[in-house]
């Protein structure tokens, strides 16, 4: 499964994909030039989801190379600050180019980082949750810190992706995700 992950810069898709792959986290990750790839292979009932994961870079600067890693993808993981409105702002302009621009059935996750500072919140989860179900998307705070959410947004991914026929997919049965996302240069 092709996973790519979106896109606004230092709302911790670098993090969320560390956390995912090798549960670490770096308090000292620096931002993704371009982007970095990574692999994790998990079960889902009676298959193994074997997910290709694209961390893209979220400054600016690398805005033009997002398509080339999210075309082809099964599914988008779209990450924004819960602390910092304007990283949800971002991300709904994130959405809108993946409606226009990416595979036409792709399936949609955003995941509301650093929840563990609950406390400076500007994004309520009632408004991302409310975003989410009008495009039809999986919506998850996590904080890849502590490790809150992070298995569980992939999971939901993973419910939402059909199988593929095996013969189709070329990898006994997995299904290749990748995601969209600002990410650190080097996960760990």
């Known amino acids: 499964m092709q996973l790519g992950l979106g896109k606004d810069t230092g709302v911790g898709k670098s993090s969320i994909v560390c956390r995912f792959v ?17 692999t994790k292979t998990v079960p889902c009932g009676n298959e193994l989801h074997k997910f290709l994961i694209w961390d ?6 690398f805005h033009s190379l997002a398509p080339m890693y999210y075309r082809g993808s099964a599914a988008a993981v779209i990450v924004y600050d819960i602390t910092k409105q304007d990283s949800f702002h ?32 500007e994004v309520p ?9 009008s495009i039809g998307a999986v919506v998850v705070e996590t ?25 189709e997919n070329g990898n006994n049965g997995t299904i290749k995700l990748k995601p969209t996302s600002q990410a650190g240069r080097r996960c760990c």
């Open 56 to 61: 893209t870079a979220g400054q600016e600067r």
């Open 90 to 121: 971002t991300l709904k302009k994130w959405v809108k180019e993946l409606k226009e621009h990416g595979p036409e059935n792709i399936v949609m996750a955003i995941a509301g980082n650093k929840c563990d500072l609950s406390d400076i919140r």
């Open 22 to 38: 090798q549960d670490h986290f770096d308090h000292n990750i620096s931002p993704t030039i371009g982007a970095s790839f990574m």
């Open 143 to 167: 904080s890849a810190k502590n490790a809150i959410n992070i298995e569980e947004l992939f999971q939901g991914i993973s419910r939402q992706i059909p199988p593929l026929d095996p013969h």
């Open 125 to 133: 989860l009632k408004d991302a949750k409310e975003y989410a179900e």
